[in-house]
Every structure is written in C-alpha cells, then in structure tokens.
C-alpha cells in the first residue's frame, strides 16, 4: 500500500520568518542588516572571561536538565533585586535555549490544542509561530501608533471560554511599547478575574529610555503563581547567538516547563551559562544604566535620521527597534517597500506584515539600531541620502 509522505500539517501555518529572509537579501545585496536584532555591540569582557574559564576547566558536558546551579542561582537574585520577583533557584528557574526556546517550551508545557491566547498586534512573529506549533489559537488586541495604545475594553471582549493565557512583550518587539503599570495592573485584574496565566517576555528589560523604569507582572499582587516570567541575557550581554535564556514560574508549571526543555534541548551550553552567570554576578549597576544611556542616544539618532529621510518613526520607549511609516515608498506591500528601500539605500528592514496579521502591515518597517555607532551612522546616512 503507497502512503502519502507530506511534512506535519502545523507546518502549513509556518513560514520562514521574514526577519531572516531580509537577513538573507541583506547579505545578498551587501547592505546594512538592521532587519535582524543581532545585536553585533561588544561582549562584556566579564562575560567573555567566564565563558572561556569554564571551557578551560571543563565545563563541556551536560549540565542539569534546568541549568547549572550557580546560574540558576544569579537569575534567582538577579529577580529579586530588580524585578521584584522571590523564586526558588532549585525548583522554579529554567535555563534555555535562548528566551525563544524559554517561551516555546512554556507554550508546549502549559497549552492544549484549541486553547485561546490573547497577544497584542503589532506582535513578536516568533509568539505567533510557537503557538500554531502547539495547535493554540492566538487571539489580537490592536494597539494603535504613535504611542501603541489599546482598547481595553477590547481586551475584555475577547476572552471566551477558551482563553487560557495572555502575553505580555514588554519593552515591547518590534514597537518599542512599554506597557504602564495602569496597563499592567488592568491586564493583571483580568487575569485574575478569568483564571488565566500570563506569559511575560521580558527579554529587553535593561533597555528602557526616557527616565522608564521595569515593572514586571510576576511583582504585582497575586500575580506570582499565574505569571510565566521570560527573559534571558542574548541582547543584555550581546551574546545573540549563545542561546541562554529562561523562565520563572510557581512550582507546577516550572516543573512541567522544565521537562519540556530537558526534551526539546537536553540543556543549554554549559559554558555559556557560565558566562552568563559571571556577568550577572560581576557587572555592577552602571553597566545597566549605561547600556540604557547608550541606546537611548543610539534611538535619538536613528529616528532623526528617519524624520529627516521622511519616513515617520513610532519612537520606542524601550528595546531596541522602531516601526517607521513607509507608506510613501512605492508598492503595495511592505515587503516590495523593504526591499525597494534596500536596493535604493542599502538599508535593510523587516516587512511589517511579519507583525500585523491585517494589511495595515504594508505601511510600516522594523528597523533594529542594535549597531555599532560606525554601522548606525553609516545607516543614517544612506537614509538621509535616499530622502532628499
């Protein structure tokens, strides 16, 4: 009997991520990649010190299926000294690969096939990706630019029955959003009032301009035990391509997430998480508060640049991209306007359909000035260029 070889049907929801695709026609057309976050600033030296003590001393094999102790440790008191977050190191952290495969393996962990997840448009392209992979329904809250606020008397309408969880990306990929404790304490009553986790992800924590500062859900009251804190130290350290990432959670769901993580992952690099653990526990707080000055004049420059070149930034009050209004630039996708755009300039950016599941899409790019200063103002200058 001849059986039909396909590949798994969740593949037909899944693409290529367009965040790549641009970085692959970036590399083609020689130009400068601000689609992808690579994040190519320097490593700390701290960071850069541990990670090769540990591969000289060995640290080469398997750790814990949840991450080394001494890591698991300085992430415990790293929340507790500035999320405001008490965890237990030993049962309720998990290292991972990367805070994407954090959130992945919470998804698969916590959510069944048909459960309802209420997300924020523009989104995170990789959130909606990780629940289609586990058969989740993502459910979109609009939010509006310049300052990408929302309704929340939406975000009441669409909870039903089936809605399981809410995530929260704040500072926010890729429109910069951070979310106010007003909004973060209405999202929290909700999901206390309709039993629902949230997922956090928290992963630009550190890059905060304006005088903002980090509220984290898992620190409001009674928000502890439903709250699935996400974050890592891929953009903090600029170690985009160590993949260490993490998630805290009350005891139940750490457990579950971690089995989850010792099945997709084993564990994350054992010496890289000894990186990881010498920079949290051998940096000190100015190293923060002037990676947040640095940005902040990295955004500044960035998005006079994009005014000047007649391309309107939504300006971000945190991570470290920004959605700039492309609609005067020929075509009728974002994706033939990002590509004109790098052909004219040699800027590349990603499509805004990767992060608007409607046509309003089109009209915006995503643009990451996670650069060096020598890369940004080469950037700014071809911007410039191409708008007079």
């Known amino acids: 009997m001849k059986r039909e070889r396909a590949v798994n049907r969740r593949m037909a929801d899944l ?16 130009g400068l990649n601000m689609a992808q976050g690579v994040c190519d600033t320097p490593v700390p030296p701290a960071v850069l010190r541990a990670a090769g003590r540990a591969i000289e001393d060995g640290y080469n094999v398997y750790t814990r299926f949840d991450g080394l102790p001494e890591l698991r440790q300085a992430i415990a008191g790293k929340l507790a000294r500035y999320n405001g977050i008490t965890v237990d190191s030993e049962t309720e952290v998990t290292v991972s690969a990367g805070a994407t495969g954090a959130f992945h393996c919470a998804c698969a962990a916590l959510l069944n096939p048909g459960d309802e997840v209420i997300l924020f448009e523009p989104y995170y392209q990789y959130h909606i990706s990780a629940l289609l992979a586990v058969e989740a329904v993502p459910v979109l809250v609009t939010m509006r630019p310049p300052k990408w606020s929302y309704d929340s008397r939406q975000l009441e309408q669409v909870i039903t029955q089936k809605t399981k969880a809410i995530i929260v990306n704040s500072p926010g990929n890729p429109s910069g959003k951070v979310f106010t404790r007003e909004e973060l304490e209405g999202i929290a009553a909700l999901a206390s009032r309709h039993d629902l986790f949230v997922f956090t992800d928290e992963i630009y924590e550190y890059f905060l301009y304006d005088g903002r500062q980090h509220l984290s859900m898992a620190a409001l009251p009674g928000m502890a035990e439903r709250t699935i804190t996400i974050g890592g130290y891929s953009k903090t350290f600029s170690v985009t391509g160590w993949r260490i990432g993490y998630t805290a959670a009350a005891r139940p769901w750490a457990q579950a997430i971690g089995a989850m993580n010792d099945l997709l ?10 990186g990881v653990a010498g920079g949290i526990l051998e940096l000190p707080d100015d190293f923060y508060s002037d990676l947040a000055r640095s940005y902040q004049d990295k955004r500044d420059r960035f998005c006079s640049a994009l005014v000047e070149a007649g391309l309107t930034p939504s300006v971000p009050g945190g991570a470290y991209y920004v959605l700039a209004d492309v609609s005067k630039l020929p075509g009728s996708t974002g994706k033939v306007r990002a590509m004109y755009l790098l052909e004219q300039t040699g800027v590349a950016g990603v499509p805004g359909e990767a992060f608007f599941s409607g046509h309003t899409g089109a009209d915006f790019i995503r643009f990451s000035y996670a650069k060096t200063d020598e890369d940004l103002e080469e950037a700014c200058r071809r911007l410039m260029r191409a708008g007079q």
């Open 265 to 274: 992952y084993v564990c994350a690099p054992a010496p890289l998480q000894k």
């Open 15 to 30: 693409a290529q991520s367009e965040i790549r695709a641009m970085t692959q026609a970036c590399v083609s057309a020689k």
